[in-house]
């Protein structure tokens, strides 16, 4: 079973936009950083974006930087990923992850918690 639970993905034009929603089950604990992962078919899992637990870090992928916002929505213990300006190369699977113990966001083995992910498509 997934400790986080993501939604938001599916079909989008190029230049469009998605928002992706991440919440964490009632069995992750001790969450400091959520962060969005994405793996392409043929690809190694790919670092998105991270925001700490206060949300006063943030971290960006250069591929996404400028294109996409993290946020976290503390009354609905939601972590929030906009990506706007789509293209067809952002087409994966996107995953979220929550660490207790984080030092390096963008590796994946730094993560204690993963949802199951869900597909991102973007049509050229």
């Known amino acids: 079973q997934a400790h986080m639970v993501e939604s938001g993905g599916g079909l989008v034009r190029s230049g469009g936009s998605l928002r992706l929603s991440c919440v964490p089950s009632?069995?992750?604990?001790?969450?400091?950083?959520t962060s969005w992962f994405r793996q392409a078919p043929g690809k190694e899992r790919e670092f998105v974006a991270g925001?700490?637990?206060?949300?006063?870090?943030?971290y960006y992928a250069d591929s996404v930087k400028g294109r996409s916002i993290i946020s976290r929505d503390f009354a609905k213990n939601t972590v929030f990923l906009q990506m706007t300006s789509l293209k067809p190369e952002d087409t994966a699977v996107y995953s979220c992850?929550?660490?207790?113990?984080?030092?390096?966001?963008?590796?994946?083995?730094?993560?204690?918690?993963w949802g199951q992910g869900i597909q991102v498509t973007v049509s050229s």
């Open positions: 992850a929550g660490g207790s113990i984080v030092d390096v966001p963008s590796s994946p083995d730094e993560y204690e918690y």
């Open positions: 009632a069995r992750a604990h001790g969450i400091r950083l």
């Open positions: 925001i700490s637990y206060k949300g006063g870090n943030i």
